[in-house]
Structures are given as C-alpha cells and as structure tokens.
C-alpha cells in the first residue's frame, strides 16, 4: 500500500532561516506528488505539484520541491522563510489515475518565530 | 475562479444522530471524493466517486456511512448514526476528466467541522 513520510513533525525557525521538509513515499510506479498547506484556522491549499517533467518544481509563495525518483522523495524548500509561513504542511502522493486517493503524510507543523 | 464549496461550516450534532454534510464541487468536475481529517491527526481517505457510483472507499467508510449525488450539483456525505469518533473536519473534493491525460489535481473544499457530543 501507498504511504508517505514526512520526517519532521515540528520545526521552529526563526524568520529568513531556510528551510527543508522532508517527504519520501512508498510507492514504485508512477505518482503525482503534492505539497499542501493549510494556515491556520483555514483549508488545505495546494503549494505545489509534480505530475511529470522537470523534477524542480515551484510553486506559490517561493517554494519549491525536487522529486527524486530514485531516492523516493519529494523535499520542499524554501530559501527564506516569513512569519507568515507558519503553517501545517501536509507532503501528498497519489498513483497516475484520474480516480484515486490522494494519501497524505501526517504533516509537518512550522513555527516561524518573528 | 471556481472552487469547491462546503455546508455547513460547523456542525454540532448528539451521539446517534444522522448527520448530512454537503459539498458542491466544481461545475465540470466529474470525480468526487471525502476526506477527513481527526484533530490533530492526517488527512484521511474515505471514499471516491464517479458515474453515480463508488469507485473506491477505505476501512473508515463502513455501513454507517454513504455518499450521493443527489441533483447533478450537490455531493453529499450521511452518516446515519453518529460516534465520538466521527467528531473531525470532512473535506470534499473535486477532479475533472483530462481526456487521457495523467493530470488529476484534486480541489479541496474549507471543509465542514463535524462535533459529535
């Protein structure tokens, strides 16, 4: 079965500090991997998306994700992170199917300290 | 731009009431799908649905749950008798039909907070 890890369940940094969120997935065919964000008191939104091509991808906000197809990981970054960042981030992966389930790691909770 | 919408926000029900949470997805998404998220906890799967039909649910979607799509708009999610554990926040959301293509983005809805007392 699909699963998702993300290594880190809390992280606090201090703001314009980098930042790296692990993800790695169990799954050996192919997959879209997802990176989404949900602030405080509000809904999921999608950071960003890998379906195929360049593995660097970038999303909203300056972030960015590399997948590593042989390491099975999919690492977000950011180079200088804002108070506004502080978030739950929720790495995701779903097999490439119109109809299947996205699987989402337990998230990772980022207390940027002004 | 269009979104997924959900009603409503917050639903505060007794233990062994039937509760129906709704969602409208996107106009001209055809793949529909629940999820829920237990406080504190990961966003879980609980069922997809396409053609007025299950495609796939997970242990969590037992008899006491059931989905429907009622008048080609609304999306709906019943749990006919609800537990303590049911209390979580339930997302919908949405796909479109790529005509082949492996793009299948899913659109989350902000979600109902369902509290079972």
């Known amino acids: 079965a699909q699963s998702v890890s993300q290594h880190n369940h809390h992280v606090i940094l201090s703001e314009a500090a980098s930042l790296e969120l692990g993800c790695n997935y169990s799954?050996?065919?192919?997959?879209?991997l997802f990176w989404y964000v949900q602030y405080p008191g509000q809904h999921l939104q999608l950071l960003l998306k890998?379906?195929?091509?360049?593995?660097l991808v970038k999303g909203i906000k300056g972030f960015e994700a590399e997948f590593i197809k042989s390491k099975f990981s999919f690492n977000l970054r950011k180079p200088s992170v804002q108070w506004s960042d502080t978030a739950e981030y929720f790495c995701?992966?779903?097999?490439?199917?119109?109809?299947?389930?996205?699987?989402f790691g337990k998230g990772t909770r980022l207390h940027i300290l002004p | 731009e269009p979104e997924v919408t959900q009603t409503p926000s917050h639903q505060v029900t007794q233990m062994g009431q039937e509760v129906i949470l709704r969602c409208v997805p996107i106009s001209n998404h055809l793949y529909f799908y629940w999820y829920r998220q237990i406080l504190g906890q990961k966003v879980e799967f609980l069922v997809s649905?396409?053609?007025?039909?299950?495609?796939?649910k997970s242990e969590i979607f037992d008899d006491q749950f059931s989905v429907e799509r009622p008048d080609g708009s609304n999306f709906t999610l019943k749990i006919r008798s609800t537990k303590l554990e049911d209390s979580a926040m339930y997302f919908c959301?949405?796909?479109?039909?790529?005509?082949?293509?492996?793009?299948?983005?899913?659109?989350f809805g902000p979600g109902t907070r369902l509290t079972v007392l």
């Open positions: 799954y050996g065919g192919t997959v879209n």
């Open positions: 959301a949405s796909t479109w039909t790529s005509g082949g293509l492996l793009y299948n983005e899913q659109f």
């Open positions: 649905f396409y053609n007025n039909e299950i495609s796939e």
């Open positions: 890998y379906f195929s091509g360049d593995p």
């Open positions: 995701a992966v779903n097999k490439g199917n119109r109809d299947d389930k996205i699987i």
